[in-house]
């Protein structure tokens, strides 16, 4: 049928309706038909007639027909009509809607644009055909259709604003979607459809039909000339409209149309194929509605057809035609289409494989549901694996069951049964399994991309607090602040407090400390002028340079002297600078400087000036007034800085040349020490003396004089002492220096490391400290390196808190649960530190632990005895005594922190555990070894012991036969309990330390610092490691990253032992004959 047969039947249906209304409102009864022409398929113009007959004028009628073509007063014949002058002049209405022209037809109905005057709006107006306007199903059709659509609230489907009748006449009013259809859209692309946007456009529509699905109701007539592709205009920036698709770089917004054939599949009644009519458009039909299967239409045959649509949109033609409907219809029950790629082969498989899998024969391998297929394209949008095609079997199944051991099983058996029993079931269950495996495959790599984050926020935290002491032991105070500020930030962003390493080192950080970093390279000579403001500083190459001490800033630099000065000393209320340096190889110099308060350094003018050769040393008088020279001949001389030429001169009597000098505090006494051995003492006018306690050693390298003005001796052996009193620290370095300030006595010692009385204090310089002196003030202490760096220091507060303190052989350290005091046992004797004296013990004390009570409990082996006492101040009160069974010798002890259960080793290789409250033995274990038990370990909650047996570190789990796990460490490891208990950390000889689970499983490999291991220790929250070295040097580890935090050399003895408090703020660290705190806290 072509447009003019179309207009003609257009022309019949006005006809027919004017002339029924005119009939009806004349009340002509008699009117039983009305001649209405028609024309026959195979005739090219209208020759027939058909008797019509109009509805019973006493049924019901909701309008008047007379409003279609409104011409009251026209009565015409039966057997013609001649068309009112409405047609010709007014326009056409239906009801109140006034048709404007005609958008389409199909083969059920012919669709108008109209417009409605009560809402002002333009709607699309669909009616049926005139052939079909008398045909009750066609009827119950176009309600059907408004039915269906009326539950839609979808952006891609059309709304249904209204259905009504007018007589014999029904309608259905829709929106307005101006716009190409797609098959238009199609036929003007002079290239093929993107296959990414093809894919988008079907996906989009497929949600549409999944939403009418939803809702019960089956399209049955999908195709492109079915969809409207309704254009929109989007700005740049602008998002895209809900349901929107970019088609060649335009927006379109496609919406399903025409459900005249769509069936209503839940809501029962009579349907249109109860006939076993077919029904839709042959291309787009599925094998079931070809075959007008009634029972197996359902959800897939849309699903087919959007399949078709795909199909076309990729390949550019339909997968059947034919040259009739029959034909087409026979190839789609056959189901044999030619594969996409055959006709485009830069299809992607996927894609082919989605498209193919929509238009399979059997409603079974299709998509279950039109989401399901939008779904898969959507993976194939995202680059994942799609269900059309999933990945190899092998591939899929070995991921499955690594995950799903046991389901594996049971899902087969379930599988199996299923198959069986009905093959449908299965493929639901498959369909369910493959959601499920997704949503946990999902959850799991959130869960993994969780933990990694989280554990890349603890890495950054570690770094900070790396980079904070990397910039604080170099001097940059505002870089560690900044670092330390950064891993506040992330420990907060990790929601955690701040561990012992951040609080230990912002306390560092924030103590005001000066730093200079001197470019003459190392510091040979030191002094502190009069009023405390500036430096003075000597080094190797000759230069003297004078430093502002608040700031840190140089402010005069020269060259005094063409080898190193080897002494310094201020004169004249900080005027004079006096400096001794080389001359050359085999002597020395000494010369005077003028210094301005500026801290300009300049040659001193005139008769002022000063300079002797051959001088060895130098020392000048409290009143900076007079300057006592010693020199390579053995005379001192007295020289007035202020009258250089007023001198006094004294020779010695034996000749050797003057090492040292000192002038007592008083200024009345000069001490002088030769290379001869003797040290003696002269008058200012320097007359010779006597000591009261004579020095006659020839290994005197540096004197100076306490307040009471007796001499503090330094010697060549590292000796350091006071004349009269027995000499200390022989063994050490070559003491080059000696400074005295009150009752506090400073040398230089080991390398990087200064005595101050009893503590040893670690400076942080890799090589000798060649220089010190003390404040005017006595409370900051400087020193002067080879490292060529010049540091300062609070007497009171870094004595305490970053020195190491003398004491005896330290074998356990217990510190109180407040942090406030902590106890130390020697191997004789136990001294609470603070507060409490020194109690000597009988036998030796092996392990102590301050119980909750405030008590100390310390275990001691008396023979062949266990004694177990407990301290309150200097009484101690016998708790338990046991004898280890056998009569074995005791050989190593542990005690849980609460002191309630004690394990100890013996000769013969045994561990007996007690219970101290109930004094009974819990259990004892053979640890198979006929070796003395050396060294043994407690869990915190007593259930598990361990020791160093020849095969490795063995744990046993109490109650529990045999041996718990065995864990590899060489002969010489060190080991420790983590807090739990559930974890054990090893460290060998190799300086690597391994963290361990109990049953023996290595979980992390803490690497970068050498040196033997001799002692553990762990915070109580778990997060930091503390290992000693033999070398002195305590290192901070992050067991959660396993990264290495910072190191300190406090000791320069091996550190065995490291405790920390109970809230992790305070730690003692302990060694052979030295410990050293660690205060954390604010």
Not at 233 to 239: P, T
Not at 525 to 549: E, K, M, Q
Not at 605 to 619: H, K, L, M
Not at 727 to 744: H, L, Q
């Amino acid at each position: 049928m072509d447009s003019s047969d179309s207009l003609k039947i257009d022309e019949n249906l006005a006809r027919f309706l004017a002339a029924y209304d005119q009939g009806l409102e004349g009340g002509d009864t008699d009117a039983l038909t009305v001649n209405v022409p028609f024309q026959p398929a195979n005739s090219s113009s209208v020759t027939t007639e058909r008797p019509v007959t109009p509805m019973r004028p006493d049924a019901p009628n909701e309008g008047s027909l007379g409003e279609l073509l409104p011409d009251p007063g026209y009565r015409g014949g039966r057997s013609s009509f001649t068309p009112p002058p409405s047609l010709a002049g007014n326009p056409h209405r239906i009801g109140r809607f006034e048709l404007r022209r005609q958008l389409g037809k199909g083969g059920c109905g012919i669709v108008f644009l109209a417009y409605d005057p009560k809402l002002r709006r333009e709607i699309a107006l669909k009616i049926p055909r005139p052939e079909m306007l008398l045909n009750l199903d066609a009827k119950r059709r176009l309600k059907l259709e408004a039915l269906a659509a009326s539950e839609f609230d979808h952006p891609n489907l059309v709304p249904v604003y209204e259905w009504g009748e007018i007589g014999p006449l029904c309608f259905i009013a829709t929106a307005f979607c101006p716009g190409l259809t797609l098959a238009e859209w199609i036929d003007r692309q002079a290239f093929p459809v993107p296959l990414r946007q093809a894919a988008r456009l079907v996906a989009t529509v497929a949600d549409a039909v999944q939403h009418a699905h939803d809702r019960g109701v089956l399209h049955r007539d999908l195709k492109p000339n079915n969809v409207i592709l309704q254009e929109v205009k989007v700005e740049e920036n602008d998002e895209a409209p809900a349901g929107g698709v970019q088609m060649r770089g335009e927006y379109f917004i496609p919406r399903v149309v025409d459900f005249g054939l769509a069936k209503l599949a839940e809501r029962g009644g009579p349907s249109e194929t109860a006939t076993r009519q077919i029904l839709g458009t042959p291309k787009y039909m599925a094998p079931e509605q070809a075959q007008a299967r009634r029972e197996d239409i359902g959800p897939p045959a849309d699903v087919y057809a959007l399949g078709v649509v795909l199909y076309e949109l990729v390949a550019g033609r339909a997968p059947y035609d034919g040259a009739s409907d029959v034909e087409v219809l026979r190839q789609s029950v056959e189901g044999k289409a030619a594969p996409p790629r055959h006709f485009r082969p830069d299809l992607p498989r996927d894609l082919e494989a989605i498209c193919l899998k929509a238009m399979a024969r059997t409603t079974t391998e299709r998509y279950r549901t039109a989401i399901d297929f939008a779904d898969d394209l959507r993976r194939f949008l995202d680059g994942r694996p799609t269900i059309a095609r999933p990945l190899a079997w092998s591939g899929r199944a070995i991921r499955w069951l690594r995950r799903n051991d046991q389901i594996v099983a049971i899902a087969v058996l379930a599988v199996i049964a299923l198959f069986v029993t009905l093959l449908g079931t299965w493929n639901s269950w498959q369909n369910r399994n493959l959601r499920s495996t997704h949503n946990k495959e999902l959850n799991d790599v959130l869960s993994s991309q969780a933990e990694r984050n989280r554990f890349d926020q603890q890495r950054e935290y570690a770094r900070h607090v790396r980079d904070a002491f990397y910039a604080w032991r170099g001097g940059s105070t505002g870089v560690a602040t900044d670092s330390l500020d950064s891993a506040r930030r992330a420990a907060n962003a990790l929601v955690e407090p701040n561990d012992f390493p951040l609080d230990y080192l912002s306390r560092l950080v924030k103590a005001e400390r000066l730093h200079i970093e001197c470019p003459a390279g190392a510091v040979t000579a030191l002094a502190v002028a009069p009023d405390g403001t500036r430096l003075a500083t000597g080094h190797a190459d000759g230069t003297l340079t004078v430093w502002d001490r608040a700031t840190g800033n140089q402010l005069g630099t020269l060259k005094a002297h063409a080898g190193a000065v080897t002494h310094v000393a201020f004169g004249l209320d900080g005027a004079v600078i006096v400096t001794v340096g080389r001359f050359d190889d085999s002597s020395s110099n000494l010369t005077t400087w003028s210094v301005t308060r500026a801290g300009i350094v300049a040659p001193e003018s005139g008769g002022r000036r000063i300079a002797i050769a051959d001088a060895t040393c130098c020392a000048v008088s409290p009143d900076g007034k007079t300057v006592f020279v010693g020199d390579a001949g053995g005379s001192v001389v007295k020289v007035q800085l202020a009258n250089p030429q007023v001198r006094l001169a004294a020779s010695s009597t034996i000749g050797g040349a003057i090492v040292a000098v000192s002038v007592t505090p008083d200024g009345a006494k000069v001490l002088v020490a030769d290379s001869s051995g003797i040290t003696c003492r002269r008058t200012a006018d320097l007359k010779h003396e006597a000591l009261p306690t004579p020095v006659l050693r020839a290994d005197v390298t540096a004197v100076a004089a306490n307040t009471s003005g007796a001499p503090v001796i330094g010697t060549e052996g590292g000796a350091v002492f006071v004349s009269g009193t027995a000499p200390s620290g022989a063994g050490s370095r070559r003491i080059s220096w000696v400074a005295v300030s009150g009752a506090n006595i400073a040398a230089n010692g080991k390398p990087g490391r200064v005595r101050i009385g009893d503590a040893d204090l670690a400076t942080g310089d890799t090589g000798a400290v060649l220089a010190g002196a003390f404040s005017p003030d006595g409370k900051t202490f400087f020193t002067g390196s080879e490292d060529g760096i010049v540091r300062s220091w609070d007497v009171g507060r870094d004595l305490s808190e970053r020195a190491a303190w003398a004491e005896g052989r330290v074998v356990s350290i217990t510190v109180s649960s407040a942090g406030s005091e902590f106890v130390v046992a020697t191997d004789r004797a136990v001294h609470r530190h603070g507060t409490g004296p020194r109690v000597k013990i009988a036998g030796t004390v092996r392990v102590i632990q301050v119980l909750s009570t405030g008590a100390t409990r310390a275990v001691a082996f008396e023979g062949k005895s266990v004694v177990v006492s407990d301290f309150a101040g200097s009484a101690s009160r016998e708790q338990f005594r046991v004898a280890v069974p056998g009569r074995r010798a005791p050989t190593a002890v542990a005690l849980t922190p609460d002191g309630t259960r004690l394990a100890v080793g013996d000769d013969s290789g045994h561990i007996t555990v007690w219970s101290i409250a109930d004094r009974a033995v819990i259990e004892t274990i053979d640890t198979g070894s006929r070796y003395a038990v050396r060294e043994l370990i407690i869990s915190d909650d007593g259930r598990l012991v361990a020791t160093r047996t020849p095969v490795g570190v063995c744990v046993w789990a109490l109650g529990t036969p045999g041996q718990f796990t065995t864990i590899y460490a060489d002969d010489r490891a060190v080991f420790q309990f983590l807090p739990g208990g559930d974890r054990v950390v090893t460290a060998g000889r190799d300086g690597g330390l391994i963290v361990w689970s109990v049953s023996g499983r290595e979980e992390m490999r803490l690497l970068g610092h050498v040196g033997r291991v001799t002692g553990l220790g762990v915070s109580p929250d778990g997060r930091t490691l503390v290992s000693g070295y033999a070398t002195g040097e305590v290192a901070f580890w992050d067991l959660k990253t396993g990264q290495d935090l910072f190191a300190f050399r406090r000791h320069s003895t091996p550190v065995t032992t490291i405790e920390f408090s109970a809230d992790g703020k305070f730690m003692i660290t302990g060694g052979d004959g030295q410990i050293a705190v660690w205060d954390a806290r604010e």
